[in-house]
């Protein structure tokens, strides 16, 4: 929290922003409310979902409860992602999958193949795919695998760590952590095919050293191809 880097100071109209250039999914993460273990950003989040209600939204960040995700799904967003409280109690990811099925997001942060949590603050023991596998068995919709070694550092991704966990589960893998340029894109969409869906930018496209729009046209290019 301390390496906090403000770039606007109204959400709803930077995902407008992030709209028009084309995207065709959000991602949210309610930091604050990560560090907090419940919703602390809960009203802008729901602002955004009413503004664009046919853009899919998955928002993360203290989604410890049942009744914070249908407050979440009611406000029209399509995914939550569970962090924390998927790898302290597993069983509420498959509580949760049974009742909210489709919906259900597992976030998997890891360090050198072990899951962090807490936003980022301790190191588990569980080893990622192993976790991964688990989930899949509870039937998360997909799993958003974020190598907290790079995430925010603009050093590119991890491709190798992503593939390896696409590759031992069927579950859609969304790539995160450390996209920085159009050459991160290329390298990712090489590798879709294991099993990766989609890839989460942030602090690249609001540093400028990924062009949103040109990012987007180059991936469907090379998905045509």
Known sequence: ??????????????????????????HIVDLNGAFEGKP????????????????????????????TIETYLDAGVQYVI??????????????????????????LDARDGKVAVEGWSKISRHDVIDM?????????AAIVYT??????MMTGVNVD???????????PVIASGGITNLGDIRALC??????????ITGRAIY???????EGQRLADELDEN
Do not use: Y
């Not at 190598?147 to 925010?152: E, H, M, S, V």
């Not at 540093?207 to 729009?213: K, N």
């Open 161 to 171: 760590s992503t593939v390896k966990l696409a590759q031992s589960i069927n579950t």
């Open 82 to 107: 569970i962090g924390s409280k998927a790898v302290s109690a597993p069983h509420f990811v498959k509580d949760v999958c049974l009742e909210f099925p489709g919906h259900i997001i597992v976030g």
């Open 147 to 152: 190598d907290i070694g790079r995430d925010g």
């Open 207 to 213: 540093e400028g050293t990924l062009d949103f729009a």
């Open 40 to 67: 602390v950003n809960a009203e802008v989040v729901h602002a955004i979902a009413e503004a664009w209600p046919e853009l899919p939204i998955q928002i993360g960040g203290g989604i410890r409860d049942e009744e």
């Open 132 to 140: 991964a596998q688990h989930f899949e068995q509870d039937g998360v």
């Open 1 to 26: 929290m301390e390496d906090e880097t403000v770039f606007s100071d109204d959400p709803v109209a930077m995902a407008g922003q992030w709209v028009e250039a084309g995207a065709r999914r959000l």
């Open 190 to 199: 090489k590798v879709a095919d294991e099993g990766i869906m989609g890839a």
